[in-house]
């Protein structure tokens, strides 16, 4: 993804309603709203847990420019493995943009990690996600599809 296009989406979400974010993840409750369960999410993926934990079991997952998974199993097995299995280290997710409305949360974010040659990997994300009773069933993923395609090809994963 070129420079400018990853700027575009934090122009964007700024604009369309500002950057809204909490140090923790708000306290599980009967009636929590997206944004809080997306922060949950985060929280549990940057301590070694996964954020997918939160996607529905037939969630459709749509890499824009890329592929659509048509479940959690599917995505999971073909979409986030390639880069997880490459990593030594937790992905960890830095909220940027966090935004609500209705079902859907615009989720911007940095990830970073260490892969198994010891060498970075830095990688800028936006996620829409579209929520149903607390899960995740709809996903437009936006990112550098460039430093993906990198570290598949510099890193073997383990056998």
Same mark, same amino acid.
């Given at each position: ?11 964007? =979400? ?11 993840? =708000? !306290? ?20 070694? @847990? ?15 420019? @890329?592929?659509?998974?048509? &479940?959690? !199993? ?10 997880? &299995? ?21 989720? !911007?974010?940095? =990830?970073?990690?260490? =892969? *198994? &040659? @010891? !060498? ?7 996620? *829409? ?31």
């Amino acid at each position: 993804m070129a420079p400018h296009t990853r700027r575009g989406f934090g122009a964007i =979400a700024l604009t369309a309603g500002g950057l809204a974010l909490a140090g923790t993840p =708000a !306290q599980a409750s009967p009636r929590r709203g997206n944004k809080a369960i997306v922060l949950e999410a985060v929280a549990r993926q940057n301590s070694g @847990g996964s954020f997918y934990d939160f996607l529905h079991p037939r969630v459709r997952w749509t890499i824009v420019n @890329g592929r659509t998974y048509r &479940d959690k !199993q599917e995505f999971l097995a073909e979409g986030a493995a390639p880069i997880l &299995d490459r990593l030594r280290t937790v992905l960890r997710m830095t909220p940027t943009s966090l935004l609500e409305e209705g079902d859907t949360v615009a989720y !911007q974010f940095t =990830a970073d990690a260490t =892969a *198994l &040659d @010891g !060498q970075p990997y830095h990688n800028d994300y936006c996620w *829409l996600l579209t929520f149903r009773r607390g899960l995740i069933v709809r996903v437009h993923a936006y990112l550098d599809m460039g430093a993906v395609r990198e570290l598949i090809e510099r890193v073997r994963p383990p056998a």
